[in-house]
């Protein structure tokens, strides 16, 4: 099927874990994100890479790093993990070269939990 | 600066009745207006969306939004609720002129009561 993946569905960890979570499109955008989704159910953006360049860095820690290795995938490291890192984190797509206005789909989510 | 803003934490409508949610917006330039929804446990999926043209824009499962723009506003609307449309609603405008960032508003929660 065609869709955008992330692996793990669900993360349980200790603090100060290190943890990876990894994204996945076959739907051939040019674009992928990461978002943060917390307990009231805000949507934050974190991170976007266009064509393997990363052109959104918003306010985040720096124990989150993103990594592109190629257009089609998108993994987020986390280090050091902290409580209140515990939230749902989704990986979405868009095609947006020369193509203004597409949607972009949406994973379905990695919910992490630090104990 | 610009904003999303979703007025209705939650609402509530009887199975077979209308359903609007609302959604105004501000922002700099022509706006890109979407909207998502999340089922329980599961990721967005998009709706529908206005980029030009026609003010009533037609989506998924039967839902329809309506630009104005002397209002500012984008709302969700739907002739007839069911009770499967019960979920959490998000509207979104592009960011300024970017062809990547969305502005996200705060997420209304519909439930459809039978």
């Known amino acids: 099927d065609t869709a955008v993946s992330q692996t793990p569905k669900y993360l349980v960890t200790q603090m100060g874990n290190d943890k990876s979570i990894k994204c996945e499109q076959n739907l051939g955008h040019d674009t992928m994100y990461w978002y943060k989704q917390d307990s009231k159910k805000f949507l934050k953006i974190m991170f976007s890479y266009n064509n393997k360049e990363l052109i959104i860095n918003e306010t985040v820690p720096n124990r989150f790093s993103p990594k592109s290795p190629d257009k089609a995938h998108l993994n987020l490291h986390i280090n050091s993990l902290e409580l209140g890192d515990s939230a749902v984190y989704f990986c979405?797509?868009?095609?947006?070269?020369?193509?203004?206005?597409?949607?972009?789909?949406f994973g379905p989510g990695t919910r992490l939990t630090v104990t | 600066a610009q904003s999303v803003a979703q007025p209705e934490d939650q609402v509530n409508v009887a199975e077979g009745n209308p359903l609007t949610v609302k959604c105004t917006y501000s922002v700099s330039g022509n706006p890109y207006l979407f909207w998502y929804v999340q089922y329980p446990n599961r990721g967005l999926q998009f709706l529908l969306k206005y980029i030009t043209g026609d003010n009533l824009v037609k989506g998924s499962y039967g839902f329809e939004a309506e630009f104005n723009k002397s209002q500012t506003s984008f709302h969700l609307k739907k002739p007839s609720a069911l009770v499967s449309d019960s979920a959490l609603y998000f509207c979104?405008?592009?960011?300024?002129?970017?062809?990547?960032?969305?502005?996200w508003g705060a997420g209304t929660k519909l439930i459809i009561k039978p």
């Open positions: 979104a405008v592009r960011l300024g002129h970017s062809n990547y960032q969305l502005i």
């Open positions: 979405a797509s868009s095609q947006t070269s020369h193509i203004p206005g597409n949607e972009q789909y």
